[in-house]
């Protein structure tokens, strides 16, 4: 009995100790890898049922998605709101952060099957730069709004966000930054952009009225529990660690760290929003720097 639509004849499944060494990053996927594909059998593979699909779809219908959100937000949204040219602004960078994120781990998840092992480099590059670039998003937008009555802070951070983003290129140019050998290194330069995102949060806590802490410090506490768990399901390989060749298919630990970073990176939006809102409506005080 076939549970295709189409015929994947020419697109076998492999198990783990037959693919090449570039796909073997999670031991306790044991089935279901797609391996030694064409460009056009990469492309068509996106609906082949694999241990991939999950995590080419998630991202992927996210970034479908992210298109007619952002143009409700610079087309309706926003200007109901009576949101200025660089609010505006702060929300496009987001956007288009984000989208660019999502599409790049999309991509990487479709064509990291690729006969050619230099083509699934390329675009395991282009998915881990894709995941700065999408943080840079997040920064922008809420430092942004978060600081408006903190212009010095502001532009302080927003300038160390840029400085670390430019940073990262550079490191990730390292000829074995991609490697296998560099994972622990990669997961720590992604921590960094964490840590940046708690020093920033603690200032703002520093700085905050009473009545924004009580608005919006929930949501930020929220946000980075979300992060931190998606972080740690990665890093640990939970669930699949517990039972290999459970996950293969659907529930492994990388399609919850794809769920859970669409949801943080949502989330942030919405923060943004609802403190754009805030600002629109109450004054600055006189120890917030208001200049």
Same mark, same amino acid.
């Given at each position: ?91 496009? %960078? ?48 809420? %430092? ?7 212009? %010095? ?139």
């Amino acid at each position: 009995m076939s549970y295709y639509l189409f015929d994947f004849s020419d697109i076998p499944l492999y198990s783990f100790d037959e693919v090449p060494d570039h796909q073997q990053g999670n031991s306790y996927v044991i089935r279901g890898y797609r391996a030694k594909l064409l460009d056009r059998q990469c492309m068509k593979s996106v609906l082949r049922l694999s241990n991939q699909l999950v995590n080419i779809w998630t991202h992927g219908g996210l970034f479908i998605l992210l298109i007619p959100l952002m143009i409700h937000d610079h087309i309706r949204l926003l200007p109901s709101m009576g949101a200025s040219t660089w609010d505006n602004f702060s929300f496009l %960078i987001y956007h288009v952060c984000t989208q660019s994120c999502f599409l790049a781990s999309a991509g990487y998840h479709t064509f990291n099957c690729h006969l050619r092992e230099e083509v699934a480099a390329r675009w395991l590059a282009c998915d881990c730069y894709g995941v700065v670039t999408g943080v840079t998003g997040i920064y922008v937008v809420t %430092i942004y709004q978060a600081f408006t009555c903190n212009k %010095i802070s502001r532009i302080c951070y927003l300038t160390a966000v840029v400085a670390l983003v430019l940073a990262s290129r550079r490191t990730m140019l390292h000829p074995g930054y991609f490697s296998k050998l560099w994972e622990k290194y990669r997961i720590l330069h992604f921590s960094t952009f964490v840590a940046l995102g708690c020093l920033i949060a603690v200032h703002w806590c520093i700085i905050s009225t009473s009545e924004e802490l009580e608005t919006f410090l929930p949501e930020v506490v929220i946000n980075f529990v979300i992060i931190a768990l998606a972080l740690l399901i990665l890093v640990t390989k939970v669930p699949e660690r517990f039972s290999p060749g459970s996950f293969d298919y659907f529930g492994q630990s990388h399609n919850w760290w794809h769920i859970l970073v669409g949801v943080a990176f949502l989330r942030w939006r919405q923060f943004a929003i609802n403190y754009l809102n805030y600002r629109l409506n109450t004054s600055c005080v006189s120890s917030q720097e208001p200049w």
